[in-house]
């Protein structure tokens, strides 16, 4: 199973649906959709039946994660045992009599635990958000070459769907009637004249100003702005640019 590449929600469930299947994520076992499958005298769905098969072999999707290779889980013996107590609701007495574990010998190391566990769980959901902001950039977009950093730069992708349409009214590759005078809708339109450039190669000045020419009449302006908030570069002697 490659846990990566699957969802909190569907980990939850214990299955998922693969080519009008529902199939286990535990397991290679899977249920066509356009079957049915008799069980105990009766008849259940491919979305019944996966249910039954993990409850039948996995007992449920969290013995089924449990179970799974610690360096797959991150789990330590201790804290895969203390989980499993947890989930059977058991008091924090009941766990030190039935512990296996000979560090865990007091009412107050397991209260500990649960309160590890808590600590645990917040930060994973930062950790998790984090990852799928990395994973998205469009969502919070800063442009590696920025030469300063802020509020401007943090563009969501409806907003800059927004702008673009506004301002280029007779299409994305057709030219823009005023440059915007607010910062993140010029960052905004910066970031979409980057796509008339060809990354790695270097222009003359000349050959920037027709381009940007393009796309509105103060083509100075623009390309002042480029170099300003760091989408392009060019030389010393100002002949040459390049995007950043």
Known sequence: MEIQNISTEVLIKGYEMKQERYQCLFCKQSYHLDEVFPYNNRFLTANGMIKKHIELVHISPFHALLALDKKVSGLSDVQIEMLQHFFEGKTDQEIVN????SSVSSVSTVRQ?????????KQAKIFVALMQLMKNPEHYQIHKGARQV????SIEQKEREKVLTTYFKNGLDAGVETIPSKEKKKIIILQHILNRFDAGKHYHEKEVNEILKTVHDDFVSLRRHLIEYGFMERSDDGSEYWVK
């Open 98 to 101: 039935d512990s296996n574990v």
């Open 113 to 121: 635990h649960r309160f590890k566990f808590r600590e645990k769980e």
């Open 150 to 153: 802020d509020e401007r730069y």
